[in-house]
C-alpha cells in the first residue's frame, strides 16, 4: 500500500454509527480506500497483472501494509496521474461522481449551493459542477477555506459565524449537504421544485424533517449510497474515467494532503473530527 485514505465513514463505523457485521472480530481494522501496486494476483486473475498501479474505495480491512482486494474492486490508475493526487481524490472524487451526474442532475447555468464546501467532497464536487457549466456557492468555517473555495471556482462562499443567511435572497436549484445537521436551513435555501441532496452527516445527525412542508412548495430530497452505483467492474471503471478526464483536463485540482505514518491513525482520527483540515487526510503504512 502506497496510501490510505481517512474518511469520514472511518469515524463512523469506528463510533458504531455505520453497522459493521458481527462476523467480524475485534480488534477491528478500519479503512476501506487506498492505493498501491499489484505485487501478486492469484490463479484465476485476468484483469490485472504485476507492477500495475491500481486503487480501490470499497474493501475493508485497508489500515494495513498490504490488502488482499478483489480483482471487480481493483481499478487501474493512468500512469502519468500522481499517486497522491488519486489517494486524494479516490473514494470522494468518485462520491462527487455520483452527487453530480446521477443524483443532482443540475443543467448548465443553474445555481448550487454546497453546505461543506471545503470538505474533501465537497472541493472535487465544486469543481467538477463548475467544470459542467453550474454556478456553485457555499459556506465554510474558516477564511483559510473560504479562499481554497474561492480559488477553485466558486461563485461566493460565505463564512459559517457570519450573518448571511439572513441577508441572502438568493434560492438554489440544488443544495448539496454533507454536514446533517444543516438539514433545516438547506431545505429553506432551496428554490420551489428545488432539490436537496444529502449525502453525509460530518457535523451530526439530521433533524426529523416535515414531508408536508417539503410537499406544500414542491421540494424534493434525494440521497443514496456510493456503493449502489459501484455494482460492478465495468461500472467503477466507466466512472473512474469519467473522474480522471477531469484531472487530465486540469478542470479538478486538490489541495495538498496532510499524510500521517499508519501508526498514528489516532492523530489522523483527531484532525479529521476537529474540521481543522483541508486537504485530504492519508495514512502511509
Known sequence: MSYIGLNFADI??????????????????????????????GKKVTKHQLGEKVFFVDVPFANAE???????????????????VIACAGLQGLTADFLAHDLGRNRPGQNVFIHG?????GQILSQMLTADGINVYGVTSTKAKQKVALDQGAKA?????????????????????????TLEQNIELLKHRGNLVFFGMAGGNPPRVDLVTLLSQSKSILTGDLWDYLTDYWERIARSKRLFNYFTDEKI?????????????????KLLESGNNVGKILLKP
Not at 453497522?19 to 492505493?35: A, C, F, M, Q, T
Not at 464546501?117 to 467532497?121: C, E, K, R, Y
Request: glycine content about 10%; hydrophobic content about 40%.
Open 12 to 41: 463512523y463505523r469506528r463510533k458504531g454509527t455505520y453497522h459493521i457485521e458481527k462476523r467480524v472480530s475485534s480488534p477491528y481494522i478500519d479503512g476501506y480506500e487506498g492505493l498501491g501496486m499489484v505485487i501478486a494476483v
Open 66 to 84: 498490504l490488502v488482499a482486494v478483489p480483482e471487480d474492486h481493483a481499478i487501474e490508475v493512468p500512469n502519468d496521474l500522481d499517486n497522491k
Open 117 to 121: 464546501i471545503s470538505g474533501g467532497v
Open 157 to 181: 462562499v460565505f463564512l459559517r459565524t457570519d450573518p448571511w443567511l439572513q441577508n441572502w435572497l438568493e434560492r438554489f436549484d440544488t443544495v448539496y449537504d454533507g454536514v446533517g445537521i
Open 253 to 269: 485540482k486538490v489541495s495538498e494532503p496532510t499524510v500521517f505514518p499508519l501508526k498514528d491513525g489516532i492523530l489522523a482520527h
